[in-house]
């Protein structure tokens, strides 16, 4: 049903702009009227239909950090643990949210519970922005009537799950930054240093040292053949990318990925934070175990691992134990599995598993430290070995070019 965006006023003559949900611009209307607000204006509500019709295009444009949904959590579960009615926290908290586009998702979401729709139905509704675990635990959270604590519970998964996900893009980031600096200082010295010394080079009878022949041929071929090489790499990016979005290319390149030294193992402990958080949090919130694996599913990204869990889910509801159906996991260390097993002999699941999480996210962190201490001597190695080849093959025939001349 289409969503139209409004400005009127109140009986006390107090602005307010929200978004109510109608099969026409008039139905809305006369649904404000029965309210005994008095429209001043009523249009169309672009973002809901943009964000229908465009999903990709509606990523980039608009845009909700996990940080603003997990403030938005933090407020909600604070205001109604004080007793304000849902309808007026939502309000509440719109006004406060600087985020145009979740103001106008929590404006909607008002609209609809104001209408008769649950929270947890009127949050399902927007899966683009609040991931699954948030509709069932919020379900939990209204049947036995104790929103607070689960909304606050939502809040710290989301900041715990975004301090992961920055911790991986640290780890990435470093190399790449490194790496991209080598690759210009090597092109600027092979398309601008070394075609002059070649020119000098090329008047001198006597044979040029090997090194100094590789060099200067390396040299031709990045600056005539330079576009050439881009156009080949940006091919092979988007060749990977195209493979890596069917099934079975995802698959095998997580495989690839994860038999990379230590950067394999780095995301195999993110990914295994990340699902022990969530379903220790889930267990906590009392969510079915069959529901919380699949909701648990939709948060890692390494295929091999969502195959595991799934696989999972099929055993138990055959009457397998968790512990049994994750026993062959090859993304889940010893030690978690341990702690699963200890967790459900001791029906201290969630705390066992939380706890997990928490060793798996002091490993990344010491791992990431040791990674940025270590590359950076690496590369500055490997960047003064090209240096030094390249300052080779230019000093070496100068030096028989000075015993020529004698």
């Not at 444009?61 to 403030?71: A, E, M, P, S, V």
């Not at 643990?81 to 509440?92: K, R, T, V, W």
């Not at 156009?231 to 495989?255: C, E, M, N, Q």
Request: aromatic share 8%; glycine share 6%.
């Amino acid at each position: 049903m289409p969503h139209y965006q409004y400005t009127a006023f109140n009986q006390k003559g107090q602005k307010v702009t929200d978004v109510i949900e109608a099969i026409s611009a008039q139905a809305a209307t006369q649904k404000l009227k029965a309210l005994n607000l008095y429209v001043r204006e009523i249009r169309a509500d672009s973002t809901k239909r943009d964000r229908e019709l465009f999903p990709f295009l509606s990523n980039l444009l608009y845009r909700i950090k996990r940080k603003d949904t997990g403030i938005f959590s933090r407020q909600l579960g604070t205001l109604l643990g004080a007793g304000i009615p849902l309808n007026e926290a939502l309000s509440d908290i719109s006004e406060q949210t600087e985020n145009k586009h979740l103001r106008k998702i929590i404006q909607e979401m008002k609209q609809q519970v104001t209408e008769g729709k649950s929270l947890s139905e009127a949050i399902k509704q927007y899966s683009d922005v609040f991931p699954p675990v948030y509709a069932s635990m919020i379900r939990v959270g209204e049947a036995t009537g104790n929103y607070e604590p689960t909304l606050k519970r939502l809040a710290d998964l989301e900041e715990r799950n975004e301090e992961l996900k920055s911790r991986a893009i640290t780890a990435m980031i470093y190399p790449a930054f490194m790496l991209a600096i080598s690759v210009g200082v090597i092109f600027f010295l092979m398309t601008s240093v070394v075609p002059q010394l070649s020119d000098l080079f090329s008047g001198f009878k006597a044979e040029l040292p090997l090194i100094t022949r590789i060099v200067i041929g390396l040299s031709k071929i990045f600056s005539n053949f330079w576009h050439v090489m881009i156009l080949s790499i940006a091919g092979g990016i988007y060749a990977f990318v195209r493979y890596r979005s069917t099934p079975k290319g995802k698959r095998k390149t997580d495989t690839i990925i994860m038999r990379i030294p230590f950067f394999g193992n780095l995301l195999r402990r993110i990914q295994v934070g990340l699902f022990c958080r969530n379903l220790g949090i889930l267990a906590e919130n009392q969510v079915p175990l069959l529901d919380s694996l699949r909701i648990v599913a939709g948060t890692v990204t390494n295929s091999i691992f969502v195959e595991e869990i799934n696989s999972a889910a099929e055993q138990i509801k055959e009457g397998s134990s968790l512990r049994e159906s994750l026993r062959d996991s090859v993304m889940l260390p010893q030690m978690a599995k341990g702690m699963i097993s200890a967790g459900e002999s001791t029906d201290r699941l969630s705390e066992l598993l939380i706890k997990a999480a928490e060793i798996m996210e002091s490993e990344v962190d010491g791992a990431v430290r040791r990674m940025t201490q270590s590359l950076e001597p690496i590369m500055i190695i490997f960047l003064g070995g090209i240096v030094a080849a390249i300052m080779a093959a230019v000093m070496l025939p100068m030096y028989k070019m000075t015993e020529y001349i004698k």
